[in-house]
């Protein structure tokens, strides 16, 4: 069962600043890497999917990169509103689907 | 627009099955690559990926459920349906189903239902 390891599980910064996200997975899952963002009392909301490509509407200051086990989401520069959970997600032959256990990227 | 909405009880008892309804609009579970998936999350923990139905009726599970949990889907009625068996108080969470493109990502999800099991 492939086993994805999210870190740090949180990150404390302020507005301005860069935020670095790390999920890594227990064996090769591609370029089959998403990343969600999740606010409190709200559904996750889809950032990257297929490890780099950003999803409709999402801001340019979102990034993602890496391939086979290691990955990265980047904030360029944070703003107020991406203070949140997020979350990284593997799609392989088996099991299907299975998420990270999450990053909490507050504020310092 | 595609939308997702769930539905079912809110409170189930240990030992019942818990049956979840996901009405959808906006798109068609017979076109190709389609999915529409079922995640639950406990109460302040992280996310976890129950089921997901493709176009084709394809099935897959998660390992450590499969063995009671059900999806079912009605193409007429635009619903995927979730059974899970033997509900215990460790389950109560809030389960969301959201639509897929080939089980890659999720790109649109239900706003979630909080499901309670107690006695």
């Known amino acids: 069962e492939i086993v994805l390891t999210q870190s740090p599980a949180t990150l404390s910064l302020s507005p301005g600043e860069r935020a670095t996200l790390s999920c890594r997975a227990s064996?090769?899952?591609?370029?089959?890497l998403a990343w969600y963002q999740q606010k409190p009392g709200q559904a996750p909301r889809l950032l990257i999917y297929?490890?780099?490509n950003r999803a409709t509407g999402i801001p340019a200051r979102f990034s993602g990169s890496g391939s086979g086990t290691d990955f990265t989401l980047t904030i360029s520069s944070l703003e107020p509103e991406d203070f949140a959970v997020y979350y990284c997600?593997?799609?392989?032959?088996?099991?299907?689907?299975?998420f990270g256990q999450g990053t909490r990227l507050e504020i310092k | 627009q595609i939308t997702l909405k769930e539905s079912g009880p809110t409170l189930v008892k240990p030992t019942q099955t818990l049956t979840l309804t996901c009405t959808f609009s906006?798109?068609?579970?017979?076109?190709?690559?389609?999915?529409v998936g079922w995640i639950r999350q406990p109460p302040g923990k992280a996310l976890e990926w129950l089921a997901l139905?493709?176009?084709?009726?394809?099935?897959r599970y998660s390992p450590s459920l499969k063995s009671r949990l059900t999806i079912t889907k009605d193409t007429s009625k635009n619903q995927v349906v979730l059974t899970m068996t033997n509900m215990d108080p460790v389950d109560t969470a809030t389960y969301y189903c959201?639509?897929?493109?080939?089980?890659?990502?999720?790109?649109?999800w239900g706003q979630g239902t909080l499901v309670t099991v107690s006695s």
């Open positions: 959201a639509h897929s493109v080939y089980a890659k990502f999720f790109d649109y």
């Open positions: 906006g798109f068609s579970l017979s076109t190709s690559g389609v999915g």
């Open positions: 139905i493709y176009w084709d009726d394809d099935k």
């Open positions: 064996q090769s899952v591609s370029s089959y």
């Open positions: 297929d490890a780099s």
């Open positions: 997600q593997q799609r392989s032959n088996w099991p299907l689907i299975t």
